[in-house]
Nanobody
Framework: EVQLVESGGGLAQAGGSLRLSCAAS??????IGWFRQAPGKEREGVSC???????IYPDSVKGRFTISRDNAKNTVYLQMNSLKLEDTAVYYC????????????????????WGQGTQVTVSS
């Protein structure tokens, strides 16, 4: 089992940047994903990084978001640039097993451990 705590959310202007952090009790060989959920919408994955550093992004954030991990610090980061109004959501990190699995436009996982989430609000 792994515990996850997100931080770094807040208010940003459109076109601006934020960096989210996900502190884990232990990263071990977990793949870590970032997800978001806007009001009235389903939760969607925005990035995933494997234990070896391989990354996956959906088209909606590709080129704007960058996921990275520091195993020594048991922390995963999500750098978000060129923010858009539609990026407003609660962002969650999750340990999604041993690998990032993405097909059909969505991330897929069996065992998952979620953080509590952090609010990101983008204003015009």
């Amino acid at each position: 089992e792994v515990q996850l705590v997100e931080s770094g959310g807040g208010l940003a202007q459109a076109g601006g940047s934020l960096r989210l952090s996900c502190a884990a009790s232990n990263l071990d060989d977990y793949a870590i994903g970032w997800f978001r959920q806007a009001p009235g919408k389903e939760r969607e994955g925005v990035s995933c990084i494997s234990s070896t550093g391989s990354t996956i992004y959906p088209d909606s954030v590709k080129g704007r978001f960058t996921i990275s991990r520091d195993n020594a610090k048991n922390t995963v980061y999500l750098q978000m640039n060129s923010l858009k109004l539609e990026d407003t959501a609660v962002y969650y990190c999750a340990a999604v097993g041993k690998a990032c699995i993405y097909y059909g436009g969505a991330f897929h996982y069996d065992d998952v451990y979620w953080g509590q989430g952090t609010q990101v609000t983008v204003s015009s």
